[in-house]
T-cell receptor, first 116, second 114 residues
């Protein structure tokens, strides 16, 4: 079974631009979560989608948004990029509960975003 | 909210030596705990997890961890380190206040020397 895939793997943008990242979950998984990884803040939860609805959200500004499609694929968008948005963005999928009752989240390889 | 603290941002061991990576948790409810590994330029790979039941959890690549409620700990061990174990290791706990998102520790970078 194919794992979680993320595209693109690397991205360079300039301040003020916007960016869209894509994530395809493991087949059959309906929950998709996004995390931001930076050297300073570590791994932080952005949001989680289930059945095309945002079910949970972390403590990030409204510039960070996402959506999920009927096939469970998910995209996240960052508008008006800032230098501090440079990070590795990780997508994780799980069958249903995204960690509830100890369900495993399977991570993709990430998209490394550099904002200049 | 549940949280974890990883003691030691860098750990160095010799090849063949015992690996011990420390993780302490804070939780007012029975926690769900995970250890993930991250190799350079890759995502996170699950090593093992604790949900309920047996407190000694065996994972992949010879790793295991023991859940100790009295010490609020979930330390990761491996009897004999291999060069290929060099990576970043993250302990995580499910945060039930945030819809079951994972709260990660800051990570421990493991260096294995010949």
């Amino acid at each position: 079974k194919a794992g979680v895939t993320q595209t693109p793997r690397y991205l360079i943008k300039t301040r003020g631009q916007q960016v869209t990242l894509s994530c395809s979950p493991i087949s059959g998984h309906r929950s998709v979560s996004w995390y931001q990884q930076t050297p300073g803040q570590g791994l932080q939860f952005l949001f989680e989608y289930f059945s095309e609805t945002q079910r949970n959200k972390g403590n990030f500004p409204g510039r960070f948004s996402g959506r999920q499609f009927s096939n469970s694929r998910s995209e996240m968008n960052v508008s008006t990029l800032e230098l501090g948005d440079s990070a590795l963005y990780l997508c994780a999928s799980s069958f249903e509960l995204a960690g509830g009752w100890g369900e495993t989240q399977y991570f993709g390889p990430g998209t490394r975003l550099l904002v200049l | 909210a549940q949280s974890v603290t990883q003691l030691g941002s860098h750990v160095s061991v010799s090849e063949g030596a015992l690996v011990l990576l420390r993780c302490n948790y804070s939780s007012s409810v029975p926690p769900y705990l995970f250890w993930y590994v991250q190799y350079p330029n890759q995502g996170l790979q699950l090593l093992l997890k604790y949900t309920t039941g047996a407190t000694l959890v065996k994972g992949i690549n010879g790793f295991e961890a023991e859940f100790k409620k009295s010490e609020t700990s979930f330390h990761l061990t491996k009897p004999s380190a291999h060069m290929s174990d060099a990576a970043e290791y993250f302990c995580a706990v499910v945060n039930s206040n945030s819809g079951y998102a994972l709260n990660f520790g800051k990570g421990t970078s493991l260096l294995v020397t010949p």
